[in-house]
DNA sequence: GTCGCTGCAAAGTCTTTGCAGAGAG
DNA sequence: CTCTCTGCAAAGACTTTGCAGCGAC
């Protein structure tokens, strides 16, 4: 389930990514705190799109010791929504989901049979999606596509 | 933005969704109240995507004799959800907003400051992602794509 | 040391639910 | 008449906020 990333890799991009978040806490006159860097930490290491409670749980497994507050956690991530480094996203069900802004993007294609899920990107799509932007008068941040279907191995199952 | 339509085909249009409105609560044993029909009525009539709460000041509004309570609006929008007679949409903004699904398809453009929301069609896109699934040997059933962006009146005021 | 941060709990929002009377079929 | 609906208010679920002690700088 999760993309297995070269951990030096791994580790510039975390560090990049930490740093950006310092500097955008000095620059504001903000502190630099365990909990903080957890969170991003967290976010960062997650392949899911989580929601605050899932943090807040995910946080409270990996790191006890911090007794880290639901309150915390949802002050930070509108801190990081913010400031940019992290998306809010609601799909359908309820409580919104929050993601890194800065990973790779792309798109999911879902079986509705079996639940598989492929991944993919278009570049035509992306760069049509850049055209209806601008004409609408958007500046586009990000955007999300799910195509809902029927994979090979459910097509076949189901002839027999 | 709002398609004009013609009066006669609006009523055709607007009868027939209301015939089926009537046919689905027949089905099911429920009963068809003037708080109901008041609630499709709004959703057709506005070109806006409605959150429960302005949908109900506008039926306060307009029809101030039925004193409609907000608990019958909720009620009302989750059995049209339930028999998808309307979509609910909820992106980054706090609180779902309703649409109701006769319409043609489309998919949506979200403003991530004001949580404005626009509709667009894209052949070119449509067509793409056929393309994508049949290569990832997908049978294509839906999609749902929306785009993040900010607003050309958000992108003025963030300039001030 | 100063001043922002944190956990806790209380206060807000938004939505759902229980109930008794009203109303559709 | 029966059984669902409705408005109201109370209860829930999810977020935000006030406060006093804690901790980064």
């Not at 509108?78 to 609601?90: A, C, I």
């Not at 409580?95 to 999911?108: I, P, Q, R, S």
């Not at 029927?150 to 076949?156: A, G």
């Amino acid at each position: 389930m999760s993309a297995h990333t070269d951990f030096t890799e791994r580790t510039v991009e975390y560090n990049k990514l930490l740093s950006d978040f310092k500097q955008l806490l000095r620059d504001n006159g903000l502190k630099f705190t365990i909990q903080r860097e957890v969170i991003l930490e967290m976010l960062y290491s997650s392949d899911e799109h989580l929601t605050p409670e899932s943090l807040h749980h995910l946080i409270q497994e990996k790191h006890p010791d911090l007794n880290t507050g639901i309150a915390t956690v949802y002050r930070t991530l509108s801190l990081l929504e913010d400031s940019d480094m992290v998306t809010s996203l609601s799909f359908g069900a309820q409580g919104k989901k929050y993601e890194l802004g800065a990973k790779d993007h792309h798109d999911h294609i879902i079986c509705t049979k079996c639940g598989a899920i492929s991944e993919f990107v278009d570049d035509e799509i992306e760069s049509r999606q850049k055209k209806i932007a601008e004409e609408l008068g958007f500046i586009i941040q990000e955007h999300s596509m799910q195509i809902y279907g029927i994979c090979q191995p459910c097509q076949t199952k189901m002839k027999k």
